[in-house]
């Protein structure tokens, strides 16, 4: 994406393609039907929506370095379900009321549900990331893997 080129409508436009994109992904990363509650309590904020921004600026990233919207998906992914878990932990640190306009999930379901759940989001942000990594290579995927641990201790 060549921001200096491209006006704002078309920004806001590509922004809302990727964000598109990656709640449509979220869909085959997120599980279901393995343990139902459980999978409710994950599938839970990222079904409320949100900006996107994190996924918007990965996929923004990889087209800028001639990666496709397929390929950067997996990685988009990720960063959304890994945020979301983190949110869900924030949350209860914070003792927050609301998140995107609804009750927090532990003022839902409790703080243990709700701690298995983050811990269970930060963990299927794996699969899509490693799934990502297939067409890349080793040493690509090594510089990713050490992005994202960077991202998630600092975070």
Known sequence: MQAATETPDLIAERLAEYGAATRAALDTWLPQNRAPFLDALMADYPRRGGKMMRPCLCIAHARAFGGTLADALPCAAAVEILHNGLLIHDDIQD????????PT?????????AINAGDALMLAALAPLFESLRG???SAGEKILAATQTMARET
Not at 105 to 113: D, E, K, Q, S
Request: hydrophobic share 35%; net charge neutral.
């Open 95 to 102: 003792e927050s009321e609301l998140r995107r306009g609804e």
């Open 105 to 113: 999930l532990h003022r839902l379901h409790g703080i243990p549900l």
């Open 136 to 138: 890349l290579g080793i």
